[in-house]
């Protein structure tokens, strides 16, 4: 094996193994700082909002959500109709009418709750709310079009998603407060350290020709 390549080689690689490092590092000092940053804008936060979303009172969830109201003059809510909206406690959701002749007539509602839906019909550009506080299943309907289907369901629970965590959309580690990213950076880094290393090493010690000799030799 020729030693001046190998160590040619291994130089090579430990200079790109040092660049992949110090950027992994940056970028896991990066999202630190940013972390800092939520943090204390949450930490801020003493009026009752976080980042810019009004928090219900009680600790409740305080998002929001919007359901159509017979969208392209379907005859559904969506969502609602063909699969239901699942909130936490304290969503606000609206309910935006898309098409004419349309009403909400709650016909299920948990025990302790007082919605009462919106029984007047109404038309394209009508919206209406209210803040979910009771857990549960709520079942509506649209009177003048229950005979084709038109009805929805909402359920809230506490995660606000469906079961198995399908109704609520993907969530990134970093909002968990986990910044995973630079990690992985570092760990392929190593990976790729010891492959180069190996293969070189491989290369050269087996690579060679059975009839090759070194300068000098005879």
């Known amino acids: 094996m020729n030693r001046r390549d190998f160590l040619m080689a291994a130089s090579g690689v430990a200079g790109g193994a040092g660049a992949a490092s110090a950027a992994a590092a940056a970028q896991e000092e990066t999202g630190s700082s940013g972390s800092f940053g939520i943090q204390e804008g949450n930490n801020s936060s003493d009026n009752g909002t976080t980042n810019g979303t009004t928090a219900a009172p009680g600790g409740g969830g305080g998002g929001s959500a919007t359901v159509a109201v017979g969208p392209n003059g379907d005859y559904v809510y969506t969502p609602g109709t063909e699969e239901p909206l699942y909130i936490s406690p304290g969503t606000t959701v609206t309910f935006e009418w898309e098409s004419d002749n349309h009403?909400?007539?709650?016909?299920?509602?948990?025990?302790?709750?007082?919605?009462?839906?919106?029984?007047?019909?109404?038309n394209t550009g009508f919206t209406y709310e209210y803040t979910f506080e009771t857990l549960g299943t709520y079942e509506y309907q649209c009177d003048p079009h229950v005979g084709l289907g038109m009805v929805g369901t909402i359920i809230v629970n506490e995660s606000g998603q469906a079961p198995g965590g399908e109704g609520g959309g993907e969530v990134d580690p970093e909002h968990m407060g986990v910044p995973i990213q630079a990690h992985w950076v570092g760990i392929a880094t190593i990976l790729a350290i010891m492959s180069s290393l190996m293969f070189t090493f491989y290369v050269l010690k087996y690579g060679e020709s059975a009839h090759s000799s070194s300068p000098g030799r005879d």
């Open 103 to 122: 009403n909400i007539n709650p016909q299920s509602v948990p025990e302790g709750s007082d919605w009462e839906g919106h029984m007047p019909t109404e």
